[in-house]
């Protein structure tokens, strides 16, 4: 996982450069979490674990409605830049490091609901450690709990495997910011180069290398459902709102 640490250690204080309103988007997308949660029978008294919160994007704006947030990261920098935009926005929530692969070794309790948004699950390189995130995560439901993850829609990007994103540009007090991402493919892997581009009065660049594996909605199901899950779905952005397909299961 060290690639992954150093990745979004790298991003931690530019990441909510990849949005053009973080803030905004920070609520935006709580509301459709608290839509699906809402839908599956809980209320704001649920209590949360977001076991890849990065910046606490969702772990922010999900306390600010009033749930018991823990969020948790594998990255140091990102778990800090998370604690200062809790304090910024006036909201509690326990952080912790730790990898969703051993949740137990820092988590005794069970929560009503856990989270793993922005295509975090895509991190594990091979079946093995993906099913050793699956049972990890399910472990920390409780029974009946809820667990709800999004990733990129790799059913149809494995029948093309483009070699880049579409750009994002984003208008700045000084010019623009135009962020995307290259693909290099090997079978079902690839690797990834994050770049932003401010250009304002002067230009800057920052380039920052990931690796994913390229995880089909089939794959993903099969393993929630053989780990304790049940009544998987799949919900898409055409539905939610949220820009990637999201999976919900109910611990048995």
Known sequence: MDIIQTFYDDLASRYDQLFADWQAASKEQAVILDGIFRGSGFDRSARVLDCACGIGTQAIGL???????????????????????????????????????????????????????????????????????????????RPGGLFAASIRDYDALLKTRPPYSPPYVHKTEQGQRVS?????????????????????????????????????????????LSNGCREAVWIFPEDTGFYQPVVIVRKS
């Open 63 to 141: 306390a600010a409605l009033g749930y018991r947030v823990t969020a948790s990261d594998i990255s140091g920098g990102e778990l800090a830049e998370a604690g200062k935009r809790a304090r910024e926005n006036g909201v509690r929530i326990r952080f912790e490091h730790a990898d969703f692969r051993a949740l137990s070794e820092v988590f005794s309790e069970q929560f009503d609901i856990v989270i793993a948004m922005d295509n975090a699950l895509p991190h594990m390189l091979t079946r093995e450690d993906l099913a050793k995130a699956v049972g990890s995560i399910a472990a920390r439901l």
């Open 180 to 224: 995307f991402q290259t693909w290099d493919w090997s079978g079902e892997n690839y690797k990834l180069i994050q770049y932003i581009l401010d250009d304002g009065k002067e230009l800057r660049a920052v380039r920052s290398a990931c690796e994913y594996r390229a995880v089909r909605r089939e794959e993903l199901t099969e393993l929630l």
